[in-house]
């Protein structure tokens, strides 16, 4: 099991920025998909940008442009910068990792971190 503690969400007007931070409690070098999700109220969780051990990354259409995701295998951190927010930004983002081993498959997750987007 991978232990995932988000940060760097709150309180931010549109037009803003927020840097969101993930750190996991094992290597990361070792984790084939790290990815950023939100959920807002009502609503299902929906991807907002993944990216592999080998960089490749992807991006809810919705986020294209604005958001970026990086992962720092030295520091077992995954990063969501986040810029040109809007209120439709407005949810709680979760942290995740997909891991392969023994030919089974492992997702986990973290808390969350709230981010709102208003005036």
């Known amino acids: 099991q991978v232990q995932l503690v988000e940060s760097g969400g709150g309180l931010v007007q549109p037009g803003g920025s927020l840097r969101l931070s993930c750190a996991a409690s094992?290597?990361?070098?070792?984790?084939?998909?790290m990815g950023w999700y939100r959920q807002a109220p009502g609503k299902q969780r929906d991807m907002v940008a993944t990216?592999?051990?080998?960089?490749?990354?992807n991006y809810a259409d919705s986020v294209k442009g604005r958001f970026t995701i990086s992962r720092d295998n030295a520091k077992n951190t995954l990063y969501l910068q986040m810029n040109s927010l809007k209120p439709e930004d407005t949810a709680v983002y979760y942290c995740?990792?997909?891991?392969?081993?023994?030919?089974?498959?492992?997702?986990?997750w973290g808390q969350g971190t709230q981010v709102t987007v208003s005036s």
């Open positions: 094992r290597n990361t070098a070792g984790i084939s998909t």
């Open positions: 990216i592999t051990s080998g960089g490749s990354t």
């Open positions: 995740n990792t997909i891991r392969y081993r023994y030919g089974r498959t492992y997702s986990d």
